[in-house]
């Protein structure tokens, strides 16, 4: 511990981020040290947004619930600084901003997200930032009948495929409501649907994709090499269809001073979510070099790097290691399915699956502070959100 914070000022932890891990790190410091620590959220937007329910967008749902950032921190008693991560000065305990701010900190929680690229050079890379915007024709088309045939595309590892289905099984619906006949196939790395989550899991999406008429292509790596052409190893097979629609894949964040693992450039953590290397820096989210990118995963990571950092300002806490649990939301179907699996050697044991929801509350985001908190403000202003 720390003797000169614990006595007689705030132990300063810095939290790199705006997002699910940010949020949810923020929340449980507050919870877990209280004044021990003073908290500073360094982010380069303005809002949080609840990014797994974009996917509805395109399809005349609602949009996605956005939350000031400033509003958040002025609850937490945190401080916001508007700006961006340029490079970090472990030694010096120094993080630098990409408009030349200095920040000091005794401890630091890296939690910046992945970085999206396209994995192929045709058809369409979806962004979540706007969604609505890249896919509004093609539902359009749908509609009127003007597309035949469509391929989703997983790209490989690491990822994360469930909005691929979303969109496979949104899609489908609406054509089977217009009475327009469109093939979709969806064509993935994993050796099944959502595999991650177990057999089982697999086996329950597997069925509800067949249903829609949906065909899965699995185990297979995909190339897009030319408008309208899926590439399928192995096999060699070429599968022509009218438009490709494919998720990005994912780097880390390949930041100055932050070390990087592999051709990824992930950042490498322990089981209490350190950076290997670096003294009192966390990570937790899609940065790092957990393969499985998923807000309930990054959740869990901010809840494990939180208590490390609580009991270094001197909270009476024994810090647990980080244990990733699966939990998932999939829309699309009659309605939604709740997915829940231990991940053990890479792959969900003990999966539930069921339409009545498995945590509290029942939200895209499952995470243990920054869930309740967000459904406190819906509530507050009546805009609970429909998920069927």
């Not at 806490?317 to 829940?340: K, V």
């Not at 895209?364 to 403000?377: C, F, H, Q, T, V």
Request: hydrophobic share 45%.
């Amino acid at each position: 511990m720390n003797l000169s914070h614990s006595q007689f000022a705030p132990f300063r932890a810095l939290i790199v981020g705006g997002g699910v891990a940010a949020l949810e790190a923020a929340l449980a410091l507050r919870e877990l040290a209280g004044e021990r620590v003073a908290v500073t959220v360094l982010a380069p937007e303005p809002e949080f947004v609840d990014r797994a329910m974009r996917v509805r967008e395109p399809f005349a749902y609602a949009a996605a619930h956005h939350y000031p950032l400033d509003e958040i921190a002025h609850d937490l008693g945190a401080e916001l600084i508007a700006d961006a991560f340029a490079w970090l000065d472990a030694p010096a305990r120094q993080v630098h901003t990409e408009n030349g701010r200095t920040l000091e900190y005794d401890a630091l929680l890296l939690a910046m997200g992945a970085r999206p690229r396209a994995a192929f050079a045709h058809g369409v890379t979806i962004d979540d930032r706007i969604l609505d915007e890249q896919l509004h024709g093609l539902v359009c088309d749908v509609e009127g009948g003007y597309v035949g045939s469509i391929a989703f595309v997983a790209p490989p590892a690491p990822s994360w495929p469930l909005p691929i289905y979303e969109l496979a099984l949104m899609t489908a619906d609406r054509a089977y409501d217009m009475w327009s006949g469109v093939a979709i196939t969806v064509v993935t790395p994993e050796d099944a649907p959502l595999a991650a989550f177990g057999r089982a899991a697999s086996d329950a999406v597997t069925r509800l994709l067949e249903d829609r008429g949906i065909t899965v292509i699995p185990s297979a790596q995909a190339g897009v090499p030319a408008n309208g052409r899926v590439a399928i190893e192995p096999g060699r097979r070429v599968l022509p269809v009218d438009r490709v629609v494919a998720l990005p894949r994912l780097y880390g964040p390949s930041t100055p001073g932050v070390p990087r693992k592999g051709a990824g450039g992930f950042i490498p953590i322990d089981a209490h979510c350190r950076v290997r290397r670096l003294q009192d820096v966390f990570a937790a989210g899609d940065a790092t070099d957990f393969p499985i990118k998923h807000g309930a995963v990054a959740a869990q990571q901010a809840n494990a790097a939180a208590e490390a950092i609580a009991a270094l300002a001197g909270a009476p806490i024994t810090p647990r290691p980080f244990d990733p649990e699966l939990r998932a939301l999939l829309l699309g179907g009659d309605q939604p399915l709740y997915l829940s699996a231990r991940v053990v050697g890479g792959r969900g044991s003990r999966c539930q699956i069921s339409e009545r929801p498995l945590w509290s509350p029942p939200s895209k985001i499952a995470a243990r502070y920054l869930a309740p908190y967000l459904a406190s403000r819906d509530r507050a202003v009546d805009r609970t959100p429909a998920l069927t």
